[in-house]
């Protein structure tokens, strides 16, 4: 057979139907509407057809991934977009038409849609099923599994292969990637027609709260302050360069108003501390003659200036 005739054939329904694994397209909009599933995506959830899928899901992602993991998984997601440019892999649970837990993993694209507009298109994997299949494949060769203790730290290393460009504890970008992609990062807010922005931002009186309240407090704290950052600067560059410091690079759209919201929000997570942020803005010249260590390390120096003033 030719592959003229072969392309024209292997129709998309054929296809989608017929993948091993599941299928998602979803809008990248605020409920997350479901656009489409394959028949594997929906027999993983246990649902008779389409229509029962997307009525136990409520037809968003938002309430497809178990609601424990959402919050985490999208942050993830957001993140490692940013980074990537367009590229996203996660793990989180589902829970089933049936009451069945099942972990995924998940390899999405964010796609500019013409009629859509930005949608999500995913691969979905059920772990436990694939786990199925090396235990079959493996007893055909005549392999024994390996011991689980071995099994888990494989997993580990895929794991970190995967988020290598982003902070363990925020999920925020490392600054390692923002080296990587700070300067294309930049360019692409000045192709969009506005001016760029760096801020450095520290948290004041950080060591004393740790001091007070124990590494896990201070890890709930640094959690809570990347969870507003990405609120406050939206479709932005985000990084975690030091234990408590912190790196926006931005449009400067608004800037004045979201540093204000930001940092009222922030004083607000522990109101019997005296947790603030400072913040240092470096307006970034143009969109080709700039040095993103030199930006970062003029916002830095900003910054430091004011918490030097806020200590006298």
């Known amino acids: 057979m030719l592959v003229e005739e072969a392309r024209e054939k292997l129709t998309l329904e054929k296809i989608s139907q017929n993948f091993p694994g599941g299928l998602l397209v979803y809008k990248a909009n605020q409920t997350e509407d479901i656009l489409f599933a394959n028949d594997d995506l929906v027999k993983l959830f246990e649902c008779e057809n389409f229509e029962e899928f997307m009525k136990f899901t409520g037809g968003s992602f938002l309430y497809l991934v178990y609601h424990e993991d959402i919050e985490e998984v999208n942050q993830a997601i957001h993140s490692q977009i940013a980074i990537s440019g367009g590229n996203d892999f996660v793990y989180y649970r589902i829970i089933t038409k ?117 590494f896990d407090g201070g890890d709930r704290i640094l959690k809570s302050v990347a969870r507003i950052l990405q609120h406050t600067f939206s479709k932005s560059l985000i990084a975690r360069v030091e234990n408590d410091r912190f790196v926006v690079i931005t449009s400067k759209e608004d800037l004045y108003a979201r540093l204000v919201k930001m940092k ?36 830095k120096i900003e910054c430091e200036s004011i918490r030097s003033n806020y200590q006298k």
């Open 98 to 214: 049936n009451g069945n837990i099942r972990t995924i993993e998940d390899w999405g694209r964010l796609v500019d849609d013409e009629n859509f507009g930005k949608v999500y298109y995913v691969y979905l994997n059920d772990i436990s099923e694939r786990e199925k299949l090396f235990n079959i494949a493996s007893t055909k060769v005549g392999r024994l599994l390996a011991p689980a203790q071995e099994q888990e730290q494989v997993q580990r290393q895929t794991r970190k292969a995967a988020f290598n460009m982003l902070d363990k504890l925020t999920d925020l970008a490392t600054e390692k990637a923002l080296q990587l992609r700070g300067a294309d990062f930049i360019r692409k807010i000045f192709d969009s027609g506005m001016n760029a922005s760096v801020i450095y931002f520290n948290i004041v009186n950080f060591h004393s709260y740790n001091e007070a309240y124990g």
């Open 264 to 299: 009222a929000r922030v004083k607000t997570i522990r109101r019997d501390s005296r947790i603030e942020i400072q913040a240092g803005v470096c307006r970034v010249p143009n969109r080709d003659s700039f040095d993103i260590e030199a930006l970062c390390e003029q916002a």
